[in-house]
């Protein structure tokens, strides 16, 4: 079996439905689901999504977002901001709980495993992400926007992590 099948993913599937109407690829179509979920994100600085996909199903999906019961950075302020925080930078001061680490404890709060899983994100993940994805045994990666942390980047490559800076074709 093609390896790009075990990880719930192919490149060669998008495919003319008729007309100018183009079915998207599984890799496509999953990185439209992650920017969706983003769309929930209560961050002022980035919205970023992320789903957990094995098989070409998703296991599970988050946003970045403050906890459960803590009012939102909508609400409250960017402590980031107030701070003077550069981006990529003191991740822990924030009120804000990053999309991959939402999708894990998604995951984890309806006990589904998601060793082997593909995750598929708006944004490159941090290096806090990282080593978590790497110790839930997540074996790739796609992601649309970049994010200034090479340390994270380093981690996936030592850990033999398949990273893929992707772009979906324009709508229009």
């Known amino acids: 079996m ?3 099948e075990l990880s ?3 490149e060669v599937d998008a495919e003319s439905i008729g007309g100018d109407r183009r079915r998207p690829s599984w890799n496509e179509y999953f990185l439209q689901l992650a920017r969706q979920a983003a769309t ?3 961050c002022l600085r980035r919205q970023v999504g992320a789903l957990l996909v094995r098989d070409k199903r998703v296991l599970a999906m988050g946003y970045n977002g403050a906890p459960r019961g803590v009012a939102h950075c909508l609400d409250t302020g960017c402590l980031r901001e107030q701070l003077g925080i550069p981006s990529g930078e003191r991740q ?3 009120r804000a709980i990053h999309a991959e680490q939402n999708a894990i404890i998604q995951a984890a709060v309806h006990g589904v495993a998601i060793e ?3 995750l598929y994100c708006t944004h490159q993940p941090c290096v806090l992400c990282a080593k978590m994805l790497i110790n839930c045994g997540v ?3 796609h ?3 970049g994010y200034p ?4 980047s380093a981690m996936f490559a030592e850990a033999g992590v398949r990273v893929v800076k992707e772009e979906l074709p324009s709508t229009g």
């Open 92 to 94: 822990e001061l924030c």
């Open 139 to 141: 074996r790739e990666i």
């Open 116 to 118: 082997g899983a593909t």
């Open 40 to 42: 929930r994100s209560t």
């Open 2 to 4: 093609d390896p790009a």
């Open 8 to 10: 719930g993913a192919s």
């Open 149 to 152: 942390d090479e340390l994270s």
């Open 143 to 145: 992601y649309l926007d």
